[in-house]
């Protein structure tokens, strides 16, 4: 399964010293706006001890994690949905994700120029909102009239969408994000044909520096604002501090950890916080097969049947689904092994109704 989080955010507000971080890829992050025009793609895996907890129960010889795909995308300014700056390009790169990671600056340093002079977290989160907003405008407006025919000739379908985009029509006009628009569950789905831009969801990952002024530890009015914006809302977001990560990218174990107090950084890991948050917003889990050849975490939809999970290995696995057998990644460490597990009962046998759950140590069957 292959799904995608764009990194966006204004200019110079860390983007690519983020993506860097998360992916051990180099790209440009030099201190000047618009370093990075064309996105860039890493494959980051999923951090979770219970895969390793797993692949030392087997003695895998290959320990395979679940992965998520982040995309580094030219940085937004005002005016992007008109084509100003790199708009036109920004705009399509980000439809092609799933869902928004926006970087947004809590930390002053008279070093690290700002694109509108100073930092303003909300400014620049309405910045950016406002030009997901004008753009799907744009977007909904012009197939609400290439729609009008297929709707007086009364198609179902088309009268659904009309719904549906008239709906979303008057959030975005209200300067609200599409994804505030109340659409029962046949509108939602010819809504996410268009996929429009305010649509996705967003992860606000704020962006702090060691050493320097941040506004998660002055906590002055304009933290308040960004925390009251995120309750109201109910908006997810996470802090990060994407210089830190990025010199500590090369570092595992406790070596890490020393390093991270040296730099003066806070004892989490920022970069795993933003990885798992990511993950659980596109509505994903992750399920396990494990052996002597490989220890492996699959990643799939939340809600999937048996047949449905079985589809990450294997196409085929869906049609020639018999059964499954299932045991709960804790139960089958606790136990400890599959034979031990076994004797115990705790090995289960599903069938084509089953709804997997995160976690679950799946062998199918075929």
């Not at 971080?21 to 180099?26: C, D, G, N």
């Not at 005016?79 to 994700?97: D, H, P, Y």
């Not at 120029?113 to 004008?134: F, Q, T, Y």
């Not at 975005?172 to 969801?201: V, Y």
């Amino acid at each position: 399964m292959s799904l995608s989080i764009g990194i966006v955010g204004l200019p110079n507000v860390g983007k690519s010293t983020l993506f860097n971080a998360l992916t051990k890829k180099s790209v440009p992050s030099e201190n000047y706006p618009f370093c990075t025009i064309d996105p860039s793609v890493g494959i980051v895996a999923v951090p979770d001890e219970r895969l390793n907890k797993l692949s030392r129960l087997s003695n895998s010889a290959k320990t395979i994690p679940a992965v998520v795909e982040f995309v580094d995308i030219a940085g937004l300014v005002k005016g992007a949905s008109a084509g100003e700056g790199l708009g036109n390009q920004f705009l399509t790169n980000i439809r092609e994700t799933d869902a928004i990671a926006e970087v947004v600056r809590i930390f002053e340093d008279p070093d690290v120029v700002h694109v509108s002079g100073g930092v303003e977290p909300m400014r620049d989160i309405e910045v950016i909102n406002l030009e997901l907003i004008l753009a799907d405008m744009q977007t909904v407006s012009k197939r609400l009239s290439s729609i009008e025919r297929e709707v007086k000739r009364g198609d179902k379908d088309a009268v659904v969408e009309q719904s549906a985009l008239k709906k979303i029509n008057e959030v975005l006009e209200a300067g609200k994000l599409a994804s505030s628009a109340e659409l029962d569950e046949k509108e939602e789905k010819m809504a996410r044909k268009l996929q429009l831009l305010s649509a996705k969801p967003i992860l606000y990952v704020l962006n702090r520096k060691s050493g320097a002024k941040n506004l998660d530890e002055i906590k002055d009015a304009r933290w308040e604002s960004l925390m009251s914006f995120f309750k109201e809302s109910g908006s997810h977001y996470v802090v990060v501090d994407a210089g830190v990560e990025n010199d500590l990218k090369d570092f595992e174990g406790e070596e890490r950890v020393t390093f991270r107090k040296e730099l003066g950084a806070t004892s989490d890991d920022g970069i795993d916080n933003l990885i798992k948050k990511g993950y659980e917003m596109l509505g994903l889990i992750t399920y396990f097969t494990t052996g002597e050849d490989e220890t492996r975490g699959w990643t799939i939809r939340k809600d999937s049947t048996a047949p449905e999970a079985g589809t990450a290995i294997h196409a085929d696995f869906k049609d020639k689904f018999i059964r499954a057998e299932v045991i709960e990644c804790q139960k089958l460490l606790e136990a400890p092994g599959y034979v031990s597990a076994r004797e115990k009962g705790w090995v289960r046998t599903e069938g084509k109704e089953y709804i997997v759950k995160d976690g679950d140590v799946i062998e199918f069957k075929i």
